[in-house]
């Protein structure tokens, strides 16, 4: 198993600019999340899936979406790029089996000029 | 709301040295508790967690035990080594999503 994977690892964006940030997981995970990830804030939970074809909000989801079309992945959409987005982006998952343990991507690192 | 408050860091210590990283929570009711473990360039993994008061989670010499007297649940280990160099997270959660981490303590150990 692969596990959680994240894809880019790095992205340099200029404000304005929009992009998608991609998750995937093979573990058959019903749950999936995103984290923003700031120096001196711990993560903050953006948006989170429970399954295939529903999403919610976190505590930080403006300026951000999500669509969850297959358990697999759950990519995280920037519709138009602010500084303020500038962070480390991770994505868990986690199965129905444990309501605990969640399991991270190795983070995608995202710069808005 | 609920909330986590850990130990600022960054913490250095010498190979062999005892390790305590304190954490204590706010929450309306008994979360689950985690420790969490973040190695340079790498995203986070569980190290060790309680469900329940008086639970002690351990891992690779690590120990926690969760006390909800005084709402904490730190982190601890008897002889760390240059390997344990990374940053944790002390976290809390209701069993839904919403993982409510602290702000992290970045733990170098020199040799």
Known sequence: ?113 | GDSVTQMEGPVTLSEEAFLTINCTYTATGYPSLFWYVQYPGEGLQLLLKATKADDKGSNKGFEATYRKETTSFHLEKGSVQVSDSAVYFCASNFGNEKLTFGTGTRLTIIP
């Open chain 1, 1 to 113: 198993n692969a596990g959680v994977t994240q894809t880019p690892k790095f992205q340099v964006l200029k404000t304005g600019q929009s992009m998608t940030l991609q998750c995937a997981q093979d573990m058959n995970h019903e749950y999936m999340s995103w984290y923003r990830q700031d120096p001196g804030m711990g993560l903050r939970l953006i948006h989170y899936s429970v399954g295939a074809g529903i999403t919610d909000q976190g505590e930080v989801p403006n300026g951000y979406n999500v669509s969850r079309s297959t358990t697999e992945d759950f990519p995280l959409r920037l519709l138009s790029a602010a500084p303020s987005q500038t962070s480390v982006y991770f994505c868990a998952s986690r199965g129905t089996g444990d309501v605990n343990e969640q399991f991270f991507g190795p983070g995608t690192r995202l710069t808005v000029l």
